[in-house]
């Protein structure tokens, strides 16, 4: 045993310290099983100054840490390379809500908590943490902040990034910088939590967080609208805007394509529109705080007059809580269906809200021209100018055609989608998966202003070493 | 002339290069007249290329630089020191708005460009931009960003960073970084405009930002309640919040002491109700994207269950554009009061919200008990726990003993704040001000922190020396 994996071994017991590999294994592989890792150890710390403890004996060996949530993500970020000398330190067992307090409407909690323990907990005080996305029953909020989650209330509520006031973290020499504070105004120095925010645990090891909480709305009201084309969703999308304001906290689109595949796939599904109906389909959500009438009166109306302006040509409102559950599960078991029929090339891009009609048109297109065989299965967050702009094949081409044109097809899209201001990792983070097709698109400076900080707080390169940068 | 001055000409134009005192002296005082600095220059270039001569310039003759916009700060962060080696950027010049995006819901504007002329920009296009303060009609949107302001509606809308997308920053070596993205997900890396928001130009100069707007609410309702005590004012706002959820736009306080001093200073303004009614005011607005009727029976419903409970003894509704604006004036006129009575020692400080009432009974009382002349002037903004928390003299004691025990209230009211979790700068930012001060409040861990940023990003101390850290 090296003097190394003693130390760990007495900062948080022998119990805590995993070396075999059946004990290992689990927190090797990502969930998507695209990336296999190796490690000294896998290490669960219990408290902050086990965190610490253990973070002050790695940096000490020179050794790298992989911090590790949920294990529910989607590039890679929590996955050791294969090199074997890393230490991955998972933070599933620091799971305490520490705090709530709901006159300042926050919450303070340890990054192991599971994402729905915290819903939950909000609920509890007739309080929303309105941070939401399908691994929400898996992944950990540590997880959700160092990747800035996003999900399906963004448009309201804004991203994790802005769902947190204050942070606690295990910095890479094992200092600890108690940054837990819960203010919605401090201008008393540089803004530190937002540099470990969405770093990928590669500045550091987030152990808390103070969370903003927001009222609880009493009332949803959910619709489902056949549409003739996402030039017509994004025009419904800024005409909902206008008479629903904070009160729109969804506007999700989908493909007719998408619905084809859900029908399929998962027959269990009802449809209470047939995928004929209308290239593209658009689930919106108004929240009101009681007005169940008032939340019903507004939807008409807008859907109303979407019908007589021809930006709709069906719709169907959920008259009951467990309609609108069916129409959520429809949008959310779209990747499942997907991933059913064998899955797709994937990018989760975004762009300004204004170019999504006319990128998704110009880029179909391109590719096209390009794959005769290629099938596009768009959905995603309008409202945040947020795809999933993914890529199957026709009947009649085997699925393998589209995974084996991989980088070719990412050779059309990404430049498309750089060349229109936008992104081409939205709310998956870079991890390994996108880690050197970013480069492609950040410009020296950015790429060097980013160096620089990893460099101040990382001067090692210990923390989460191949991912992002 | 040196060599330095002669680039800058060459950068800028001749008539851009202020060096008469005449010409310089509106740049290097402070709008309070606290700070009075010295420069080589005041340099105004007209572009984001001539800002990046200049800095270049500066940089290769290690001149240091003071970035400054409408000059309207209250820290004296944009004030050079006595030195006179410094070189003063105003970014006055560039005031383009170089985009508008309706269908994005953004717009594009240089540095320049003041408060009011953004917001009316976004207000011809039928949208909001919601920073809202009381310099709005001389400060530029590179100092509000520079010094993450916040302002009357950050209860619904956020302090300047949460409505910033994008930024160009000419870095202190003089590359320039366009980071002007319009995205409102984007996890491609470290998120490096938040190092710029807030920073006070000690990173970096800010020469445009792509903002974020917002539904333009048609309809607006606002009151002002007579409140029984402070705690009663946080359990009023926890009610507005759960009732009115988003539609509550504005949340302010402001104690007995404030209207009478408003009614002594300012008689032209009349008081809807008397200071004697109560010893706390609320001054509550709701939003509504179009429902007259929804906001004026929300509003009335609100106020009659808090009459009813106890939690106000009287309350009036604005029933006219005219009787709102007049509630509104009376609320922004306590500054103008209190400068007009001769001043007073100010704090600008933030809690959470849940501590505000408790930490104003008990440090208005362990002031009272040390300096029995203390006069507290108690106002801000309750719903982002952000209290202006100024102290004059009772009757009878000269102003004058108050600005002589200015050191001794701070060392009151201070450590009161920051046990309580509290900022001892809540919106008005360091600057040479609170400097020192901060130093004292803030962890060995954190201010480390700050130094390693500073250094990675500005490794010759050239910009704004002697600010924020």
């Known amino acids: 045993m090296t003097d190394l994996l003693q130390q760990l071994r007495t900062a948080v017991g022998s119990a805590n310290v995993l070396t075999e590999a059946a004990d290992t294994a689990p927190y090797l592989t990502d969930w998507r099983k695209r990336y296999h890792g190796r490690a000294q150890a896998v290490v669960r710390p219990g408290s902050t100054a086990e965190v610490a403890a253990v973070v002050q004996a790695c940096a000490a060996a020179g050794t790298p840490m992989v911090p590790q949530g949920g294990n529910t993500g989607l590039v890679g970020g929590g996955t050791p390379d294969e090199r074997g000398n890393s230490v991955l330190l998972s933070l599933q067992r620091m799971n305490r809500i520490r705090a709530l307090d709901p006159d300042n409407d926050t919450i303070t909690v340890e990054a192991g908590c599971i994402l729905q323990q915290v819903q939950q907990a909000a609920r509890a005080a007739d309080r929303l943490f309105p941070l939401s996305l399908a691994a929400e029953g898996s992944a950990t909020i540590g997880g959700n902040l160092a990747t800035n989650a996003g999900g399906t209330q963004v448009l309201r509520y804004g991203n994790a990034r802005e769902l947190t006031l204050g942070l ?8 600890v910088w108690d940054g837990l504070r819960g203010l919605r105004k401090d201008n008393t120095g ?15 090891v987030i152990t808390a967080a103070t969370l903003r909480l927001h009222a609880l709305p009493r009332v949803q009201r959910t619709a489902l609208a056949a549409l003739p084309s996402l030039q017509a969703a994004t025009a419904l999308l800024n005409q909902a805007r206008a008479a629903a304001s904070a009160t729109l906290t969804a506007f999700e689109v989908m493909s007719d394509v998408c619905l084809r595949s859900v029908a399929r796939e998962l027959p269990q599904q009802r449809l209470p529109l047939a995928p004929d109906t209308a290239p593209w389909f658009a689930l919106l959500e108004l929240s009101d705080p009681d007005d169940e009438a008032r939340a019903s009166a507004l939807l008409e109306r807008l859907l109303g007059a979407a019908l007589e302006e021809g930006l709709a040509v069906d719709a169907v409102i959920a008259q009951s809580l467990a309609e609108a559950q069916a129409l959520w599960r429809l949008r959310e078991s779209i990747p499942e269906a997907q991933a059913k029929a064998g899955g797709n090339v994937k990018h989760d891009i975004a762009l300004p809200v204004s170019r999504v009609a006319e990128f998704v048109a110009s880029t179909n297109a391109a590719l096209a021209a390009q794959f005769p ?19 199957q094949t026709k009947p009649g081409t085997p699925l393998a055609t589209a995974f084996a044109h991989e980088r070719a097809i990412n050779e059309v899209v990404h430049p498309a989608v750089a060349a229109r201001g936008g992104s081409i990792s939205a709310e998956h983070g870079l991890g390994q998966l996108k880690r050197a097709e970013n ?4 410009s020296e400076v950015e790429l060097a202003l980013m160096r620089s900080i990893k460099a101040a707080l990382d001067p090692h390169g210990l923390m989460n070493p191949g991912k992002l940068l």
């Open 373 to 391: 065989w290629i099938q596009p299965v768009v959905f995603g967050h309008l409202g945040d100018g947020n795809l999933h702009y993914n890529m």
């Open 168 to 175: 606690e973290v295990v910095l890479p020499d094992g200092r």
């Open 190 to 204: 540089y803004d530190l939590k937002q540099l470990f925010i969405g770093a990928e645990g590669t500045l550091g």
């Open 439 to 442: 480069r492609r698109y950040k």
